[in-house]
């Protein structure tokens, strides 16, 4: 019995001590310059939320067609809020860490980025078969 509780107390004071991070401290101006970037974003984002309502007309008509400028505007309403939404959180938690270390949280970061066609895999799909 003895053995078993000797054994937990080392087992539970190696877990203890081992459990510290083990990663490099940041250099304070490093972690304020990814606060500030956040914050830009934040309010960046927020800002120009509205050009997601043409971004998302323009790439859905010209990925489907003619149905692309019906539902087009749909979803650049939807992608507007969700921008804005995403940017006021940025704003409000720039000094938060999270997600990973000061990463942005939507994909592309900025309204003007992400204007590329969708690259077309059908042929290799195809050629595989």
Request: glycine share 8%; with cysteine.
């Given at each position: 019995?003895?053995?078993?509780?000797?054994?937990?107390?080392?087992?539970?004071?190696?877990?203890?001590?081992?459990?510290?991070?083990?990663?490099?401290?940041?250099?304070?101006?490093?972690?304020?310059?990814?606060?500030?970037?956040?914050?830009?974003?934040?309010?960046?984002?927020?800002?120009?939320?509205?050009?997601?309502?043409?971004?998302?007309?323009?790439?859905?008509?010209?990925?489907?067609?003619?149905?692309?400028?019906?539902?087009?505007?749909?979803?650049?309403?939807?992608?507007?809020?969700?921008?804005?939404?995403?940017?006021?959180?940025?704003?409000?938690?720039?000094?938060?860490?999270?997600?990973?270390?000061?990463?942005p949280m939507?994909?592309?970061?900025?309204?003007?980025?992400?204007?590329?066609?969708?690259?077309?895999?059908?042929?290799?799909?195809?050629?595989?078969k």
């Amino acid at each position: 019995m003895k053995k078993v509780l000797l054994l937990s107390a080392f087992l539970f004071t190696f877990v203890a001590v081992g459990s510290t991070p083990a990663a490099a401290e940041q250099k304070p101006e490093m972690i304020v310059e990814k606060m500030a970037i956040k914050l830009t974003r934040g309010v960046t984002n927020a800002v120009t939320s509205i050009a997601e309502l043409p971004k998302q007309t323009i790439l859905t008509g010209r990925d489907m067609g003619a149905v692309g400028y019906v539902i087009g505007p749909i979803k650049g309403v939807g992608m507007t809020l969700y921008r804005a939404l995403i940017g006021v959180t940025e704003t409000v938690f720039c000094m938060v860490p999270q997600p990973g270390y000061y990463d942005p949280m939507i994909d592309p970061e900025y309204v003007w980025q992400g204007w590329e066609p969708k690259r077309d895999t059908s042929q290799a799909i195809a050629e595989q078969k």
